[in-house]
């Protein structure tokens, strides 16, 4: 029923930008707390930007200047936009939204397939 799909992503020259963006289906990102992660190889899945339903937004020390969370209810779609791109953002960045249920559609935690983003020296 739920699925996360993520889009954007590809190879930009440091200092440039990108946009991904979050479509959903079987859930209301209006009615969720949605945020993006990312996974560079080697290491961890670290959390990088969130946006609750009432719309506050946060951000990881990291990219925190750099990078703009959104939502667009209209579409059911959160965008990440990703300016000043350094090549330690290179990562695959997920998409991720918790549902309360309800009117929200089904309840649970839910992520995309990833979307890879590569910024070279």
């Known amino acids: 029923q739920v699925q996360l799909v993520e889009s954007g992503g590809g190879l930009v020259q440091a200092g440039g930008s990108l946009r991904l963006s979050c479509a959903a289906s079987?859930?209301?990102?209006?009615?969720?707390?949605t945020g993006w992660y990312r996974q560079a190889p080697g290491k961890q899945r670290e959390w990088v930007a969130g946006?609750?339903?009432?719309?506050?937004?946060n951000y990881a020390d990291s990219v925190k200047g750099r990078f703009t969370i959104s939502r667009d209810n209209a579409k059911n779609t959160v965008y990440l936009q990703m300016n000043s791109l350094k090549p330690e953002d290179t990562a695959v960045y997920y998409c991720?939204?918790?549902?309360?249920?309800?009117?929200?559609?089904?309840?649970?935690?839910?992520w995309g397939q990833g979307t890879q983003v590569t910024v070279s020296s």
């Open positions: 991720n939204a918790v549902s309360p249920g309800g009117w929200y559609g089904s309840r649970g935690d839910y």
């Open positions: 079987g859930i209301i990102f209006s009615g969720s707390a």
């Open positions: 946006i609750t339903s009432g719309g506050n937004t």
